[in-house]
Every structure is written in structure tokens, then in C-alpha cells.
């Protein structure tokens, strides 16, 4: 079966946004991550106030490389993900193989890879100590890219994927993004993001009134966003309701200007990589890729493998042009499906290396021919896997 998409209109503005959204993410990832785990006091006396890159050689973290990876994923199969099709992306691309240094990244995924090790499998894999982290709200962007206009089947999606690493307040956060983009992507304003990711999670859990409470602050500063939502003493900063709550307040601080919501999110301190990385993902999905910044996003690169090697050599771009095909070529989409096609404005060799992580011959039933490289010539074997 064809891997299939939500049967939507693709307006001529969705290249547009899903390029935003996935460059939005890489560049609030990067601006981040020198403050992650730091408090606004402790931000102010490195930095001042941050304004910009303050890392020498910026770069992505897990956030960016794990939203590669489900980007493929949906690349591959679409609306016909299954648990089973995540579980075994997880052995395949990251468990079975060797890690970077960042070792598989956060507590949630740490125990989710231990857990897929000793031979268990879904939903049990999430049974760790951190099923409520932020790790699935890092990655939900791509649903949202992929679900344009689609709130409730974004939600659905990603709740297929985060089965296998989170539960409860885990699942509802990357439900809560992953629909405020898709609603972001299919035209809504910053209220209608808001109002998208509150209607696809419980009203009454913590992830639902932490972003109701740093939404109803956002007029009175990041201050109040930050003493609205944030759990003071607690020592873990990767609560999936703390990180979603900043990131919307963040971005109803700045009503949707990409540069300001991601810089209210970065100063917040906390899990700053993955709060600017949500609010990055959002606005640029409500402005497109014209709202990042052009110096901000030509720092941004290929994702260097440093959590997961298997997705080194990858650019957020190329899953862009994945997830959201030229809408003025119809020929690339048909009724019966979506098939991935080499992005045009980006590097054949990049393109290719992210087809070629979809496997040989593409998605099944895919009439997108995909030529099979030299191992040698992108050090990966034919598996994909890197040598």
C-alpha cells in the first residue's frame, strides 16, 4: 500500500511554511543549546541578553537529528505508520547501531533504547522513568509539515510514533505541537496555533493548562510566561508540559514574529534547545522560510550525526522537500499516494543520502525511481547505517 497524506489542498504557500517550520526548528535548536539547563540569571551573567548565535561553530542537537529521523519515517510511510514501522526505525537507524557521542540524547530516549536492547516492544519500551519528557515534542514538527491543515491526524501520527518512547504528558506534548503546526501550516493565525493544540490533548492535563497558563501571562513578558509554567526546585528541566507550555507562551509573547519568539524562548533558560526549537518550528511554520532570518538560517548545515549517526549528512531542508512536495508539479502526487522526490534546491548528493535512508527502491508502490549510490561514496552501507 502506497504510503498516503491527509487529502488536502496543497496551497502554494506549503513549500513555504514546511521549509520554515523544519528550518525554524534547526535554527531555535542551535540558538539554544548553550543555554540549556541555565537559569535567565545565569544566561544574563555569560551573555547578557541573548540576541543571537552565541556558540562559535553553531549547531543542532538531538532535537534537530530526532526530527530528521521521524521525518523520514513519514517520508517513507505516511499515514500508514504503524507502531511496529517506528519500533523497528528505532533498531534499525539507532539502537542497532553504534551511538554518537551524545549517546541516543535525553533520559527518555536512553531508556527507550535500553529498553528495545533487552528484546522488549511497544508500548512496554516506554515503561522508563521518563515517559513525560519533552523528547516527543522535539520531534512532532514534521507531523504537522506532513499533516498540513490537519490538526487532529498530526496529533494522530505522532502519538503512532511517540508509543514507542513516551506516555501520558509525553504523548500530549508532541500531540500539542505537531497540531499547532499543522494548523500553522494550513493557515492559521498565532490564536488559531493555540487554540489547534489545545483541542487534540485533554483539557484537563497538565500539558493542556501549562500552555493555557503561559498563553493567558504572554502579554506580561517572558518573566510571567517563565513564573507561570516553569516548576521551581525541580531539578529535571524535560518535562513535556513545562518545555510545550514555554514555547506557546513564547510564542504568543511575540505574536508569532519568528526572531522574537525563538530569542523569548532561548532567554527562558530551561530546556532552551527544545523550548526554542518548538517556538521555531510554530512561527516558522505561521511566516515561512522568509521569517527565519537569512543570517540566522545560513549558519544552519547538515546535522553532524553527534546523537544518531545514521542521520549525519542530512539537511531539515531536504526533509522539507520531502514532506512537502512542489504543489506546482501535481504529477509528483496522485490520488493513490505521496511519493518523496528528489528536492530541487538542494544538493543531489544530500537528496539522494536522504532517499537512500528510505531504502533502495523508495517507498513501496512509489513511482519515484531511486538510483542506489556508491557505499564509498557516502560512507554509509547499503543498509544505511554508517560504517
Known sequence: ???????????AALRERGRGALLGLAVGDALGAPAENLKPSEIRRRWGRITGYVAEHPAGTDDTEYAIFSGLLLARYGSGLTTARVEAAWHRWIADLDEGPFRGAGFSERGTLENLRRGLTAPITAQHRHAWSDGLAMRAAPFGVFAAGSPEEAARLVAVDGTVSHDGEGIYGGQAVAAGVAAAMGGAHTDGVVAAALSV??????????LRRAVAAADRGEKAVRSAVVIGGYPWTDLAPEAVGLAFGALAAARGVFPAAVLTAVNMGRDADTTAAVAGALAGALGGEGAVPAEWAA?????????????????????????????????????????????????????????????????PECAVAVPAAPAAASGLDAAGARR
Open 1 to 11: 500500500m502506497a504510503p498516503t497524506r491527509p487529502t488536502l489542498p496543497l496551497p
Open 201 to 210: 490533548i485533554p483539557a484537563d492535563s497538565w500539558t493542556a493548562r501549562s
Open 299 to 363: 549558519r544552519i548545515g547538515p546535522v553532524r550525526g553527534s546523537c544518531l549517526p545514521s542521520m549525519a549528512g542530512l539537511h531539515v531542508l531536504d526533509i522539507a522537500g520531502l514532506l512537502t512536495p512542489d504543489p506546482e508539479e501535481p504529477a509528483r502526487h496522485s490520488p493513490a499516494g505521496y511519493c518523496p522526490d528528489l528536492p530541487g534546491e538542494t544538493p543531489s548528493d544530500r537528496a539522494g543520502l536522504a532517499l537512500r535512508r528510505l531504502g533502495a527502491s523508495g517507498p
